[in-house]
């Protein structure tokens, strides 16, 4: 063990079959209620042994390596992570995004708890393998890839990361009203709400957004709009505006842009309430964006480190 490291810390989420308990306060209770339906409870209760019993491994195999502990990901915004700490998480590919937002250079590694189930670009790791990759991050030992993480600023001091996107409109996604200042150039917007995407991110609501302009072009005999990829450590940004609408006081010229280091990208809000800004599709963990308030997209000063 190596008595310079911290310790290791396992992220892990609430599976289904848990959710399901906490809404209808017993096991048996969900399970009426899903089979009333004609829902296979089975499933639910396979998933959460399959989940438990990989989560089990991951600990058992991490034991000798350092002190361990375990957290659920509704406690990571408030987790103190040391600088020397091993964070696993273990669950899909949105976990480990909600991870990898709250660290500041410590190594995160992916792991898949049931492969039969789900697939992701973040889990290259199974269960098992936890006894070979542990000891070589303990040691500094590994491969990673860096990934390029967005920074929303309020004005007032507050601070959000992003892995994959940020959204910044109303939490309903019905019409948000905001200024918008991308390199000196100013317009009032009316729209559903700006996707800024990361490298990594281009892959996530970005392309969805892209799916519906290539689907347009086509439809108008336009050609075929390139889809634009970036790798996850490319230093930038990409944002673009959902549905933005023309009118006597709101324009459409800025609807897509790339944000650099030397690039400037602000908002001010004109939403008397229910404007928000959330990163990586987690509504909870968000900031309000309301009247008056100024924000600044940027590329953050720090990356994420996965290993893999």
């Keep these: 063990?190596?008595?310079?490291?911290?310790?290791?810390?396992?992220?892990?989420?609430?599976?289904?079959?848990?959710?399901?308990?906490?809404?209808?306060?017993?096991?048996?209770?969900?399970?009426?209620?899903?089979?009333?339906?004609?829902?296979?409870?089975?499933?639910?209760?396979l998933e959460h042994n399959n989940y438990y019993c990989a989560l089990k491994k991951v600990h058992e195999l991490a034991q000798p390596y350092a002190r361990?502990?375990?957290i659920d990901r509704e406690y990571v915004p408030n987790m103190i992570f040391g600088a020397k700490d091993i964070i696993?998480?273990?669950?899909?590919?949105?976990l480990v995004a909600n991870v990898m937002k709250y660290l500041d250079g410590q190594p995160l590694i992916g792991i898949n708890?049931?492969?039969?189930?789900?697939?992701?670009?973040?889990?290259?790791?199974?269960?098992e393998d936890a006894c070979r990759i542990i000891p070589k991050?303990?040691?500094?030992?590994?491969?990673?890839?860096?990934?390029?993480?967005?920074?929303?600023?309020?004005?007032?001091?507050q601070i959000l990361y992003a892995v994959n996107d940020f959204f910044v409109g109303i939490n309903n996604h019905t019409s948000a009203r905001y200024h918008m200042c991308y390199n000196g150039i100013v317009e009032n917007q009316s729209s559903s709400g700006v996707i800024i995407s990361t490298g990594l991110g281009m892959t996530g609501w970005h392309k969805s957004v892209m799916a519906e302009l290539r689907g347009m072009a086509k439809a108008f005999k336009l050609g075929d709009v390139p889809e634009p990829s970036y790798s996850?450590?490319?230093?930038?940004?990409?944002?673009?505006?959902?549905?933005?609408y023309p009118s006597k006081f709101t324009q459409t010229g800025l609807v897509y842009g790339r944000v650099t280091a030397k690039d400037s990208l602000t908002f001010v809000s004109g939403m008397p309430e229910n404007g928000v800004v959330f990163s990586d599709g987690?509504?909870?963990?968000?900031?309000?964006?309301?009247?008056?308030?100024?924000?600044?997209?940027?590329?953050?000063?720090?990356?994420?480190?996965?290993?893999?």
């Design 88 to 94: 696993i998480a273990v669950g899909q590919d949105g």
């Design 1 to 45: 063990m190596d008595r310079g490291m911290n310790k290791i810390i396992i992220v892990k989420r609430k599976t289904r079959l848990e959710d399901l308990k906490k809404r209808y306060n017993t096991i048996e209770q969900a399970r009426f209620y899903v089979e009333h339906l004609g829902a296979d409870f089975g499933d639910y209760e």
């Design 232 to 244: 996850w450590d490319c230093g930038q940004l990409t944002f673009q505006v959902r549905e933005p």
């Design 137 to 157: 991050v303990v040691k500094g030992e590994f491969d990673e890839r860096k990934v390029t993480m967005g920074k929303a600023e309020t004005k007032d001091g």
């Design 282 to 308: 987690i509504l909870e963990d968000s900031i309000d964006f309301n009247s008056g308030m100024e924000l600044k997209i940027s590329v953050a000063d720090r990356e994420g480190r996965l290993v893999v």
């Design 68 to 70: 361990i502990q375990e």
């Design 113 to 127: 708890p049931d492969t039969k189930r789900w697939s992701g670009e973040l889990l290259p790791f199974e269960p």
